[in-house]
């Protein structure tokens, strides 16, 4: 299910230049509230974004757990029965790692793709990023893997920013349809699939030629402004 990219395996060109030694990393996660420091992490997924061989942006391998709930988690009801996912379910804890085990495996696979493409830190690309980040940092924080932790410790790039420039649209959903990409709305809340979903749209913008002529500040004023115009 999972597998490693060294550059030796690829001519691809390595992203380290295109992000300032950032590597963007796909992630989604699901969780038993919103509350990070209390709410159980349930799921996580993450996809490294990379060339191929003609320089255009790709999703890479994608890296997965089903987690089980820390000691002492809260398991909010209504959040369940929103993504759909029971923790106790007998399926689920066979196949289910505890948090440490889980993110150690993740990040020793994420760290061996930085290296390949020549970048000194991942950074977190998600849909609502800091949410994302918020559990990933709380998650790292109970199970002493900081050392491991391979993304940048604030930084984040947003798609719901950049499908609100590209599109109007903050939905992730509504955002992949208008991009032309496909969304099954019975995979949805499956953090591997959203993941992969949130990735081709990444990618989507990014091989637009559009943002060649923008700065990041051009791009998060007009944000701002179609916000603005919203309310």
């Known amino acids: 299910m999972e597998k490693s990219v060294t550059q030796a395996e690829s001519k691809a060109p390595v ?23 209390t709410d159980a992490l349930l799921e996580i997924a993450c996809i490294p974004i990379i060339y191929d061989e003609q320089g255009q942006f790709i999703p890479g391998p994608s890296f997965h757990a ?30 289910a790692e505890d948090e440490r085990t889980a993110l150690r495996r993740i ?12 970048c000194t830190h991942a950074v977190l690309v998600g849909h ?23 993304f940048h410790s604030f930084s984040v790039f947003d798609t719901v920013t950049l499908s609100a420039v590209m599109f109007g649209q903050t939905v992730l959903a509504r955002a992949c349809i208008q991009a ?14 959203d993941t992969q979903k949130t990735a081709e749209l990444f990618c989507y913008i990014l091989n637009l030629n559009f943002f060649k002529y923008y700065t990041v500040f051009d791009l998060l004023v007009f944000a701002s402004i179609m916000h603005f115009k919203e309310i």
Do not use: C, W
């Not at 990040?107 to 020549?118: C, G, I, M, N, Y």
């Open 15 to 37: 992203i380290a230049q295109r992000f300032r030694g950032f590597l963007p990393v796909v992630v989604d996660v699901e969780t038993a509230g919103f509350n990070s420091q």
């Open 66 to 95: 089903h987690i089980n709930p820390f000691e002492g988690a809260n398991l909010d009801r209504r959040s369940l029965d929103f993504i759909g996912i029971d923790p106790f379910n007998p399926m689920r804890v066979a196949m």
């Open 107 to 118: 990040f020793k696979s994420l760290t061996e793709v930085r290296k390949a493409q020549h």
């Open 128 to 150: 609502n990023a800091h949410f994302d980040l918020g559990f990933l940092q709380a998650a790292i924080a109970r199970t002493g893997t900081k050392n491991q932790n391979p």
């Open 180 to 193: 032309g990409i496909e969304f099954d709305g019975k995979e949805a809340h499956s953090a591997l699939y």
